[in-house]
């Protein structure tokens, strides 16, 4: 049985990455340094464990954007490329509007809820969780 590989990269194309497996997660994320961090209303990150992925082509920046996080992106074109936290250190989290088919993950849970923007709507149907959804239950 093959593994389904997930290709992706920034805008300007210098740097690529590949994931392969199943995500663990693919969530819309509310919270304001998503928003700040990508210029989006919100931002669609796919959970990886770091053995499933692997950076192919370039290399990207890193920013603290809080202790112990880091975001990284591309230095020449400013894409959002994936973070990594201290606390959840087997873990990467890639955007989902980066890979090759953002369609082949579609998005299965909302994250911080609780700082969305007021004129954002959904019915999508998806668990809704305030903050982290690790250990909570959802809201909506
Ligand atoms: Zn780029
Ligand atoms: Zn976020």
């Known amino acids: 049985m093959s593994e389904p590989i997930h290709d992706g990269g920034c805008l300007c194309g210098a740097v690529r990455y590949r994931a392969v497996g199943e995500p663990l997660w693919v969530a819309h994320c509310h919270c304001e340094s998503c928003r700040k961090g990508s210029g989006a209303a919100m931002l669609t990150w796919v959970g990886l464990l770091q053995d499933q992925f692997t950076w192919t082509a370039g290399a990207p920046v890193r920013f603290e954007s809080s202790p112990g996080?880091?975001?990284a992106f591309c230095a020449a074109c400013g894409t959002p490329l994936t973070y990594e936290a201290v606390r959840i250190a087997d873990e990467v989290h890639v955007t989902a509007g980066t890979l090759d088919?953002?369609?082949?993950?579609?998005p299965t849970l909302h994250v911080?809820?609780?700082?969305?923007?007021?004129?954002?709507?959904?019915?999508d149907g998806l668990p809704k969780f305030a903050k982290r959804a690790r250990g909570a239950d959802p809201v909506a």
Not at 101 to 106: F, N, T
């Open 101 to 106: 088919d953002p369609a082949s993950a579609p």
């Open 112 to 123: 911080w809820w609780e700082e969305r923007l007021s004129w954002l709507h959904t019915d």
């Open 69 to 71: 996080v880091r975001r």
